[in-house]
C-alpha cells in the first residue's frame, strides 16, 4: 500500500511500515489497523524532525527477515519508490538491528533510519537544560556504538606488513620497525573514543542529578504538595498547564515539542498551594534505553503526590494510547500512585459524540475523569476541585500563634502557604489567628509558638 504525500525542496524521507500477521490484536480494531496508525504516528514524528515526508509505504509480513527485516524484492521496491520520489533518506516504523541496517542501506543505496534514532533527533532539537542534552547525546553514543563499522585492515592506524609473513614471523621484518601488524583500527579508535565520551557524560550527568537534588531539598523545605501531569504525546498537556497555571510553555502540535520539565504553584480550591509539573509525552514501542532520556521529568512524575492523566478524548483511539501511557507508569514503578484521568480537547467532539460521552460517564459519577478544555478553559473550576479532592488529605488546622517578628520566613510562608484571619504587633511579636495544613504546620514546627489564652491574656505556650 503507497500513499503520496505532498513534498517540497526540504530533506526527503521515504516511510516504511511493517507489521505481523500474528501479531496482538486490539478488541474492536481491524487487522493491520494498529500497524497503519503507527505509521501515521511515525509521518508526524518525521515532520516534527523537520523531515518532508515524500510518500509511505506498508507491508503485512508473517515474521521479520533477519538479515533485511522485509526481504529482498520489498528493498528493490523501496528502493525505486525512494529513487522516484527523490529521496535520500529511509525511515523504517520500528527498531533496526545494525545488520539490517547495513544490508538495507547497501540494496538501496540510501541512507536509512529507525524510529528510535528518529526519536534522539528529535530529543536532540528540543532538550534545552544541560542534562536534557547530555542524556539525549548519550543515548545517541550508546545506539551508535553496535552500529560502527569498518573496513578491515584499510583502516588501520599503523602501517602494517609491506612485505609476506606475519610482524613476528618469517618475513616480519618487511615491514618498518615499531610500526609491523595491523595495528588499531580506526574502528576501533572510534569504539574507545566513544566509551571514552560515554564515560565523561556519565559523570557530568551524575553532578547535574546532584544539583538538582539540591535544588529539590530546597525546593522541600517548603511542603508543597506536587503534581505530574503526564500522558501520550500530542495530549495536550502543555496547553492544560498554561491554563492551569498561567504559564506560557510552549505549545506545539509537533511531537515532544517539551522535553525539559516546567514546574509552576497553583493554589486550589481549599486554599492549599501546590505545584504542578509539565512533562514530556509518552510514545509507543520507546526503548527502555531511551527512558534515561527523560530522567529530568520523569524524577518530577516519580516525586508527585498526585498524578494526572491527559488522554486526548478526539482520537478515536485514545483508550489504546492510555494503555502505552500506563505501561510507562509501571514500568517508573508509580502504577499505584494516586491517578486522576482527566479527557482534554472536548471542544474539538461533535455534539452526537459529546453526548455518548456524557452517558457513558455518567454511571461513573464522582469516580469518573474530568472533562476538560486546555484551549477554551471549559471544565477547569470542576478539575481543580478534583486535584483538591484527589490529593492525599492534609486537614488545615487554625492556630493561635504569636512569633517573633525576627522569624521573617517563617511569617513570610504562614502568609503564603495558609491563611491569616487576624494579626498584630504586640512587643517585638506577632500575634495572629492562622489556618495552615498540618503538613506545614509540623515542617515549620509551629507549635513552638503556639499561644493560648490564659486568665484573660496570651502567653507564649
Known amino acids: ?69 522485509v526481504g529482498r524484492g520489498k528493498l528493490d ?7 522516484a520520489h527523490k529521496a535520500p533518506l529511509i525511515i523504517f516504523d520500528g527498531n533496526l538491528s545494525p545488520v539490517q541496517q547495513r544490508n538495507i542501506e547497501e540494496a538501496t543505496d540510501r541512507r536509512v533510519i529507525d524510529r528510535t534514532q528518529l526519536i534522539l533527533d528529535i ?40 612485505g609476506g609473513g606475519g610482524a613476528g614471523g618469517a618475513g616480519g621484518g618487511a615491514g618498518r620497525i615499531g610500526v609491523r601488524g595491523p595495528g588499531e583500527k580506526k574502528l576501533e579508535t572510534d569504539r574507545r573514543r566513544i566509551r571514552d565520551r560515554v564515560s565523561k557524560i556519565q559523570a557530568s550527568i551524575e553532578d547535574v542529578r546532584k544539583q538538582r537534588a539540591l535544588r529539590r531539598e530546597a525546593r522541600n523545605a517548603v511542603p508543597l504538595g506536587t503534581i505530574a501531569l503526564v500522558g501520550y504525546t500530542n495530549a495536550g498537556k502543555s496547553t492544560l498547564f498554561n ?42 514501542d520507546l ?59 472536548v471542544d474539538l467532539l461533535t455534539p452526537e459524540q459529546r453526548e455518548n460521552l456524557d452517558n457513558s460517564l455518567a454511571r461513573a459519577r464522582e469516580n469518573g475523569p474530568v472533562l476538560v ?54 512587643d517585638s511579636h506577632m500575634i495572629m489567628d492562622a489556618e495552615v495544613p498540618a503538613s506545614i504546620a509540623r515542617r515549620l514546627r509551629l507549635d513552638q509558638y503556639v499561644a493560648v489564652e490564659l486568665l484573660g491574656s496570651r502567653v507564649r505556650n
Open 1 to 69: 500500500m503507497k500513499t503520496q504525500h505532498v513534498t517540497s525542496a526540504s530533506e526527503r524521507a521515504f516511510l516504511v511500515g511493517v507489521t505481523w500477521k500474528r501479531a496482538r490484536r486490539i478488541p474492536g480494531m481491524p487487522a493491520g489497523e494498529q500497524g497503519r496508525e503507527s505509521l501515521a504516528e511515525l509521518v508526524e514524528l518525521a515532520r516534527s524532525a523537520g523531515a518532508e515526508v515524500a510518500g509511505t509505504m506498508y507491508q503485512v509480513r508473517e515474521s521479520a527477515d533477519p538479515a533485511t527485516l
Open 287 to 345: 526503548p527502555k534505553g531511551l527512558l534515561t532520556a527523560f530522567r529530568a521529568t520523569l524524577e518530577e512524575v516519580q516525586e508527585a503526590a498526585l498524578i494526572l492523566h491527559v488522554s486526548d478524548v478526539s482520537n478515536p483511539h485514545h483508550d489504546e494510547l492510555d494503555e502505552e501511557v500506563d505501561k510507562i507508569l509501571q514500568e517508573l514503578g508509580v502504577a499505584d500512585r494516586p491517578k486522576l484521568r482527566v479527557l482534554n480537547k
Open 77 to 83: 521496491e523501496i528502493r525505486a519508490e525512494a529513487t
Open 373 to 426: 478544555s486546555g484551549m477554551t478553559g471549559q471544565g477547569m473550576e470542576n478539575l481543580l476541585q478534583r486535584m483538591d479532592a484527589a490529593l492525599p488529605v492534609d486537614p488545615v488546622v487554625t492556630l493561635s500563634l504569636r512569633l517573633p517578628l525576627a522569624e521573617g520566613r517563617t511569617l513570610a510562608l504562614i502568609h503564603a502557604l495558609g491563611r491569616v484571619l487576624h494579626s498584630a504587633v504586640e
Open 243 to 284: 491554563a492551569l497555571s498561567r504559564a506560557e510553555v510552549l505549545v506545539s502540535s509537533r511531537m515532544f515539542a517539551t522535553l525539559d520539565p516546567t514546574i509552576r504553584a497553583i493554589r486550589l480550591p481549599s486554599n492549599r498551594r501546590v505545584l504542578v509539573s509539565d512533562t514530556v509525552g509518552f510514545i509507543r
Open 123 to 162: 530529543f536532540a532539537r528540543h532538550a534545552r537544560s544541560r542534562e536534557g542534552q547530555l542524556q539525549v547525546e548519550l543515548a545517541q553514543l550508546n545506539y551508535l556504538l553496535p552500529r560502527l563499522t569498518g573496513r578491515g585492515t584499510s583502516m588501520s592506524r599503523l602501517g602494517g606488513k609491506s
